[in-house]
Structure formats: structure tokens, C-alpha cells
């Protein structure tokens, strides 16, 4: 009787494509992470806007002179206010509209693009 075994588990090639896959993905989760932890931030000063009463009734340099100070006490220093950030004005108030995209270089000509888009009303 033969008693020839098959191979079992993987070869060097299964092993290489396997590491690159993984690898390819820890890069790009990287990467996006702390774009993400960035506009999860921004996203929660904005939020806290709505409990600053009679926001909605200031200016709008003064409503953009809170998002600023509260961005650089969060760690938010190079943001682009005039090009990203719009405030809207009704009878009622203001909303506030953070609208904005990242372009990360990957690898070579490859970028990572991530859009972001966040809107909060706030009241007189």
C-alpha cells in the first residue's frame, strides 16, 4: 500500500498572498483611523453646540471663534475653517455646516479619499 500524505496547510506562495492581503489592510486601517477619530472629535464639539444657549443669535465670527477654541482644546489645530466650514442663518438660528475631505497618500500615485459631512442646528 502507498503511503504517500498530501501536503497540508499552506505553501509559500498561500503564505506571501496571505501576508500581503492582511498587510494591505492594516495599512489602509491605519491610515483612516485617525482621520476618523479626527471627525468623530469634531463631530462631538459641533454636537455641543446645541447646549450653549442664545449660540444661534451670535455672530458668525463669534459662533466660529467657539468651534475654533473648542477644536484646538480637542486637538484639532490645522483645519481649514474658511474652506470647510459654512454657517447658515435663519429667523430661528444657525446651522452650522462641516463639510470636508481628506486626500491621504497610500502608496506611489494611490490616495485615500474620505468625505465628510456633518450639520447641527443651533438656536437663539
Not at 38 to 57: A, K, P, Q, Y
Not at 113 to 118: D, T, V, Y
Amino acid at each position: 500500500m502507498n503511503s504517500m500524505s498530501r501536503q497540508q496547510g499552506l505553501g509559500v506562495a498561500g503564505w506571501l498572498l496571505l501576508i500581503l492581503v492582511f498587510g494591505g489592510a492594516m495599512t489602509v486601517g491605519m491610515k483612516l483611523l485617525p482621520l476618523y477619530m479626527d471627525h468623530r472629535t469634531m463631530s462631538n464639539v459641533l454636537d455641543s453646540l446645541t447646549e450653549i444657549s442664545g449660540l444661534g443669535s451670535q455672530r458668525s465670527d463669534q459662533i466660529q471663534s467657539v468651534i475654533q477654541q473648542r477644536f484646538k482644546l480637542n486637538g484639532i489645530r490645522d483645519f481649514n475653517f474658511k474652506d470647510n466650514m459654512t454657517i447658515a442663518r435663519d429667523d430661528d438660528g444657525a446651522t452650522v455646516i462641516l463639510d470636508y475631505e481628506v486626500r491621504m497618500p497610500l502608496v506611489s500615485n494611490v490616495d485615500l479619499i474620505a468625505s465628510f459631512n456633518k450639520e447641527v442646528r443651533v438656536q437663539n
